[in-house]
């Protein structure tokens, strides 16, 4: 055996080697999908740093990952980012996490085009019931960016490849970019196919191969005697696969709207009276479903949890809380009200929070997991503020 077919083998040898591991890592990010199918967002955000930190090589001393970046768009808009990975300082892509059986629509992926524009990245990941790879061009609109689709399937050729693209060692931007641009043109070469290949089209190809032994009058007289029908196999699976999901997610809801209307019902009868009518009101008003909130029991939960913040004992938004935190620091008193009538208060030592702190986030963690299990129907947080601690950032707001 020469040098070179010995070092060809071995090199072979190493590449199979690397292959199986990121096949490995990829059947290990299923099986996290499968397992936090149903989880609450904001607990993804965490389970997906674990992903890129455990599994992919990041590492959150290093400075790789930011999270819960807040962005303020120049029509006001607050975005959330996740996560922001770096290499040696320099922002590369950010990660944008939803609940994982919340199937992905046209206009999900605004805000992260959002965020790659402010952040200047030249793409990001949107992650709900597939990973989508998004690339972004100033010169396109947000729904003609070019993107790749993965599905949660263990071995994966598509799974793997988002290994090897994404481990922090074999990192490189222009091959991810490369790959989604290619993705994406073959991908628009089957949507302008598909366009095109209709049934008109395929009796003028039929007509014209039988042509040359057939007239013309001949052959359309016998295709007439046909019925011809034509259908896309992964229009089909995708059908198949949204009614199969939609019977999921609809045997939860039997199960959790029960829990849900015997909450309503016992709140009217011992909660609502003790808290007044203008706030019994706004609790039967806050039925809304908030699919992206963390306080959503489940995905099909039509019971949202009341929040109220007051400074000063006067009512305020959440927004304008979270903005005399970044600029006080103070102890914020937490009262949970339950469904019983029964309430508890707790002082809450919030020593730091920054504009880059999330509120709601930290609120979940602290007091409201599980909250509906505990029987929580709503939280109040009181700021007791003795000056306006930023005036120059909010001189109308008095104290």
């Given at each position: 055996?020469?040098?070179n ?11 199979a ?48 990952i ?29 990660v ?24 200047h ?15 972004y061009?100033q010169?396109?609109?947000?729904v ?65 191969h039988?042509k ?29 696969q ?8 609809q ?21 609502l ?15 809304t ?19 109220e913040?007051?400074?000063?004992n ?35 030592d ?7 702190s ?23 947080l ?18």
């Open positions: 055996m020469s040098l077919s010995m070092d060809k083998k071995k090199l072979d040898d190493i590449m080697n690397i292959d199986a591991k990121n096949k490995e890592i990829w059947n290990t990010i299923v099986d996290y999908y499968n397992t936090n199918k149903y989880t609450h967002q904001i607990e993804l955000a965490v389970v997906w740093e674990g992903i890129f930190t455990e599994l992919l090589g990041y590492k959150l001393l290093n400075g790789d930011e999270k819960q970046r807040r962005l303020r768009m120049e029509n006001g808009e607050l975005i959330i980012v996740d996560l922001i990975l770096k290499n040696e300082g320099q922002e590369e892509f950010v944008q996490v939803k609940q994982h059986d919340i199937p992905f629509k046209t206009g999900m992926e605004f805000p992260l085009m959002r965020a790659i524009d402010n952040i990245t030249d793409f990001g990941l949107y992650i709900c019931d597939k990973i989508f790879m998004f690339s061009d010169s396109r609109s947000d003609n960016q070019a993107r790749v689709e993965i599905e949660f399937v263990k071995n994966s050729a598509e799974g793997i490849k988002f290994v090897e693209f994404f481990k922090k060692q074999s990192y490189d931007k222009q091959q991810i970019l490369d790959y989604i641009f290619s993705k994406d043109k073959t991908l628009q070469a089957i949507k302008d196919l598909k366009k095109e290949l209709d049934l008109v089209m395929l009796r003028r190809i039929l007509v014209k039988y040359k032994k057939y007239g013309e009058e001949d052959i359309n007289k016998a295709l007439d005697q046909f019925e011809f029908n034509i259908s896309f196999v992964a229009d089909n699976i995708q059908s198949v949204t009614a199969a999901d939609n019977q999921s997610r045997m939860m809801a039997v199960n959790n709207n029960m829990n849900n209307i015997a909450n309503i019902d016992n709140a009217d009868s011992k909660f009276p003790t808290i007044g009518h203008s706030t019994a009101q706004n609790l039967y008003n806050a039925t479903v908030d699919a992206y909130s963390p306080f959503n029991h489940s995905p099909t939960s039509h019971v949202k949890l009341l929040k913040y007051y400074i000063n006067e009512q305020t938004s959440e927004e304008q809380f979270e903005e005399f935190l970044v600029y006080t620091n103070y102890s914020v008193l937490v009262t949970l009200f339950y469904k019983d009538g029964n309430k508890i208060s707790e002082v809450w919030i020593e730091t929070f920054t504009s880059n999330s509120l709601e986030r930290d609120l979940y963690f602290k007091y409201l997991r599980n909250w509906q299990d505990k029987d929580i129907v709503k939280v109040r009181d700021l007791e503020v003795s000056q306006n601690p930023y005036r120059q950032f909010a001189p109308n707001y008095k104290i």
